[in-house]
């Protein structure tokens, strides 16, 4: 596959950039305040762990709770706290303190750090160094950290449950494709939730029924769109698919969000607590959005395209027809099908942005640090624009069918909307 050609397509609105590193993503920006330093940090030591999606969200929120309550408690109190109980503080730095509060969450997740990145711990270590008289907002954000992390060390994300493998009736999901490994994470359902009531405020409706025209249409939309040859499959798509995949060593798909609200909140107005809150609203969605979407998937565990399509014989039905040769574009991953985690987190994070930025109609460039894409960076005029994109590209991957895209970025939707009108709201209006 030839990506500079496929990036000279009008179609593909991609800017290519081979001779520059994506300079605008949030770990690579020009540094404005702790918010967008620290975020870079953790998506870094994301990508260098291999950190898994769910397990991502995780620490996305700790450090980002962290972050805001400590930031927001010296400037005494802008918005509801997050956890903080304490008085509101006036002569603590909110920038140190929120400095203080990510340094100790990024050593409690990464401890071994050093090892592993030490380029990275070079650069953490003149981060979290504080001027002499920074005393207080130190205490104030070690506070902080301190508090989250007992607050949820019991939340169930460590749980033990017995290996998920499927099944081999029609329709169940089972491992199939290069990695024939259990279900990932099965007990992330069970995860304590961040701002929802639990999982089953926002639960997902089951999939259409297989067989149905539903079902059918889905099924024969991602066979010919998401094959790896053949099809209908083209250029753009590919292109599509690779840009939105965040598989092993990145940032993740919603640390793919994250670094797009890093970029949108660098050229906008606003302090260090006003880019906590937006990180930390975020955050907050998107954990709360992978326990939804993990309890939905190992309940249904419905079986991936490439289960359906080498075993369409085993439904009886002779208008699906069985291809045992099919082979996805993008390598299946090893969880159930269906909701789809990149429409949710990607529909939530959109909805998020734009209530928080003042609108949809937010016109932006964003890149990929895949090592598959190197330098490519894709423009878009709206915020769900991107969200859409983003869902849609399982389906030119052929890991997803179109009915779980568009029921998981409808549940994304309203779950971003409860977290942004019930928590961190403004206290002084």
Known sequence: MKLMAMCSRPACRVVALACLMASLMLSGAA????????????????????????IATRYMALLNMAVFDSANAAVGLRYEPYSYDGMPITDASPEYA??????????????DLAARQPALAARIAALEALPAGAERADALGRACADAILKARAGD????????????TQPGMWRPEGPRTVPGLLP????????????????????????GSVAWLDAFNAVKSLGTASGGSHTDDHSLIALFWADDEGTETPPGHWMAIAGELAARRPGDVVDHARLFALLALTMADTATVVWQAKYTYALWRPISAIRNAHQLGNPRIMTDAGWT??????????????????????ARVLARVLGGDDIAFETGTRSPRLPGVRRHY???????EEAGLSRIYGGIHFYFSHLASAEVGRKLADFVVESRLRPLHQ
């Open 31 to 54: 540094r404005a305040d702790a918010v967008l330093d620290w975020n870079g940090v953790l998506l870094d030591a994301i990508r260098g762990s291999r950190t898994p999606p769910p």
């Open 98 to 111: 929120a400095r203080a509060a990510a340094a100790a969450i990024i050593h409690a997740l990464y401890p």
């Open 156 to 167: 169930g994300s460590q749980a033990t449950v017995a290996p998920f493998m499927g099944g």
């Open 187 to 210: 007990q992330w359902g069970g995860v304590a939730p961040w701002a929802i009531h639990g999982a089953e405020q926002f639960r997902i409706p089951p999939a259409p029924a297989i």
């Open 328 to 349: 996805p574009f993008l390598e299946t991953p090893s969880f159930p099908e269906y909701p789809s985690g990149h429409s949710a987190f990607s529909a939530a994070a």
């Open 381 to 387: 005029d709206r915020l769900s624009a991107a969200a």
